[in-house]
């Protein structure tokens, strides 16, 4: 959602969660959350290309970190503005493991 409303047209969104994401590629309603899954589809039918590739928790620490520091007693989406140290710490490490830059 944010990265539709920052104007984002191109997005690759990376899941750690295979089943998630077979769920969202065969474009199959979950009976556990159906709501969740018509949002999920609505959102991917604007005029925008969205890939999805897996991306195991291991490898991918600072998407694990950002989750266990989400609040998930309520309905509000949290949005992090400034890294924490921890978060840019992890970012470092990724960037030197991978040879990928960050993005400014």
């Not at 899941?15 to 609505?42: G, N, P, W, Y």
């Not at 921890?86 to 040879?99: D, K, P």
């Amino acid at each position: 959602m944010q990265a539709w409303n920052q104007g984002e047209r191109r997005v690759i969104l990376e899941m750690d969660s295979v089943e998630a994401l077979q769920i969202i590629q065969r474009k199959k309603h979950c009976s556990v959350s159906f709501s969740l899954t018509d949002r999920i589809f609505a959102f991917l039918n604007r005029d925008w290309n969205v890939q999805f590739r897996h991306t195991p928790r291991a490898t991918n620490k600072v998407a694990d970190k950002l989750t266990k520091m989400a609040d998930f007693g309520g309905t509000s989406i949290r949005m992090y503005f400034d890294p924490s140290v921890l978060v840019l710490s992890l970012l470092q490490e990724e960037e030197n493991a991978t040879g990928l830059m960050t993005r400014d």
